[in-house]
Structures are given as structure tokens and as C-alpha cells.
């Protein structure tokens, strides 16, 4: 392992230490009758993104007092300045809201770590489990599980016409639809909230996670790191990489989540594209 990588693991105990807390927050607030706001974009807003925004910032700031922090629930931070951070911290508080307000316990705390454009460090925590996912560039991906030994964790290979597909629980479109339906009949889907759908793709459950619909560079950066370092790839629909702080807009394009690097997806996403699903 080379020196950076070695810097970036030797960042990894405290960062999944600001996790756990931010994730005490978040469920000290999911247990209470807690109300829900929205944002300036009509989405959700509750006091646990705020709570775990403000623990994990200043969290950050003490462990790397040098680097920014980007959050979701931080005050807009203009291109023209983010535009010079060659590394910085790029967190989504709480992923998943809607679910947390469904309580169904899909959610995460997200802490990514940028350099050049791409993540290098993922942590996801998911605090109704307590399951720690945590990943770095040249280190391995890796899960921990409450009173369970840590386990390193890869992607599975994939075989045509046996495809296993994540999907989102509340953001589910009628190009992903379609799609579902381009791949065949001999498909698994499982529907599931916020990064734990990247999750499922790294620890070898899932072939793909397309997603066609927005979201914001918080919401991938974390478990992209954890895909990449268990051998799969983020890309948009160009099979080009994911990449981060490269526009004033933090929304990414449509991407796919691949766990097989050497499967060729273009013939479904042509079938797609052309309307013929």
C-alpha cells in the first residue's frame, strides 16, 4: 500500500467513529414522535439531518481541521469556491429520509472523502442495523456487523438472463421500469432505500443498480468509494466514471451501479434507448 493510501486508511477508525455517533443522533430523534419540515426544494427536512449534519461537521473539522466539509444540509457553497478544493469532505447527514419518516429503517450516514474528482474514502453506516460499510482506494471494501467479526466484502460475477437488480423504494421511474422489463423475465428485483442499494451491489448480492432520476453527489459518493473497492464500477450511461465537483450543479446524470466490470450492458441500455422496451 502506498503512503497516501496508507494516510487515507489510517483516517478510517475515526471517520467510522463519527459515524456511529452521528448515527446515536439520528436515532435518539427516530425514537421520539418527531416532526418533519421540507426545504427550499419541497424535500423532507426532520431534526436528525440536523442533528447528524452538525456532529459529523464538526467532527470532520477537528479530524481534518485543513479540508472543507460539503454537506447536504450546508448553506450553498458557489462553484466559483469549491471549483479549488483539490480534497474535501463530501457527507450526506442522514440518506434517506423519506424512509426514516417511514420508518422502515433504510437510511445511512454517509461520509465520503474527495480528491481529484473521485472518491478515495467511503463510510455508510446504518443505524437502525448498526451495519458499518467502509472502503478506501487500495485498501479493500469491507462490512462490520453488530458482535460480528469484520468481513471484507466483493461483487459478484454476472450471468445473462440471471440478473439480480437493485431499485429505489421511493424514487422508482418508468425508464426504470422499462428497463426491468428489457432484462427479461429470470430477474430478481429488490426494491430498497438511500446507499444501501450500492450496498447490495458491493457485497455481491446484486449485478446492477440503474438509476434514471435524480440525485445530488452526497447521495453516491460515500458507497461509489465501497462499489470500486469491491471490484464493481459507478458510471453514467456512457459507461464513463462518476465524477464529483466538476459543475456548479451537485446533481449527477443517470448511472448505473455495476458489480462485473467485464459485463457489457450496452445492448440492454440500446434496446432502451431506442424504445424498443
Not at 447527514?93 to 467511503?122: M, S, Y
Request: aromatic share 10%; hydrophobic share 40%.
Amino acid at each position: 500500500m502506498n503512503k497516501q493510501n496508507s494516510s487515507m486508511d489510517g483516517l478510517l477508525p475515526d471517520v467510522i467513529k463519527l459515524a456511529h455517533r452521528a448515527g446515536r443522533e439520528i436515532l435518539e430523534i427516530y425514537n421520539t414522535d418527531f416532526s418533519v419540515g421540507q426545504k427550499g426544494d419541497d424535500s423532507p427536512l426532520t431534526a436528525a439531518d440536523l442533528a447528524s449534519h452538525q456532529s459529523l461537521c464538526q467532527g470532520l473539522a477537528t479530524l481534518t481541521p485543513e479540508l472543507p466539509v460539503f454537506s447536504e444540509e450546508s448553506a450553498a457553497i458557489p462553484f466559483a469556491v469549491r471549483s479549488g478544493w483539490q480534497r474535501y469532505w463530501l457527507i450526506d447527514p442522514l440518506d434517506g429520509t423519506r424512509e426514516f419518516i417511514k420508518r422502515n429503517g433504510e437510511f445511512t450516514v454517509n461520509i465520503a472523502l474527495i480528491e481529484a474528482h473521485q472518491p478515495v474514502l467511503g463510510v455508510v453506516h446504518v443505524p437502525v442495523s448498526g451495519d458499518m460499510y467502509y472502503a478506501a482506494r487500495g485498501y479493500g471494501a469491507f462490512l462490520q456487523r453488530p458482535g460480528k467479526t469484520i468481513e471484507p466484502i466483493h461483487v459478484r460475477k454476472t450471468s445473462p438472463g440471471t440478473f439480480v437488480v437493485a431499485g429505489s423504494r421511493s424514487h422508482a421511474t418508468e425508464r426504470q421500469t422499462r428497463f426491468l422489463e428489457i432484462l427479461g423475465d429470470n430477474i430478481k428485483m429488490h426494491a430498497i432505500g438511500s446507499s444501501l442499494k450500492f450496498c447490495l451491489v458491493a457485497e455481491g448480492q446484486v449485478d446492477i443498480y440503474p438509476r434514471f432520476g435524480p440525485t445530488s453527489e452526497w447521495d453516491t459518493a460515500a458507497a461509489h468509494c465501497l462499489v470500486e473497492a469491491a471490484g464493481g464500477i459507478v458510471t453514467d450511461l456512457e459507461f464513463r466514471p462518476l465524477e464529483y465537483n466538476q459543475k456548479e450543479s451537485v446533481i449527477n446524470p443517470d448511472f448505473l451501479v455495476i458489480a462485473d466490470p467485464g459485463f457489457d450492458w450496452s445492448f440492454y441500455l440500446d434496446q432502451l434507448n431506442s424504445g424498443k422496451g
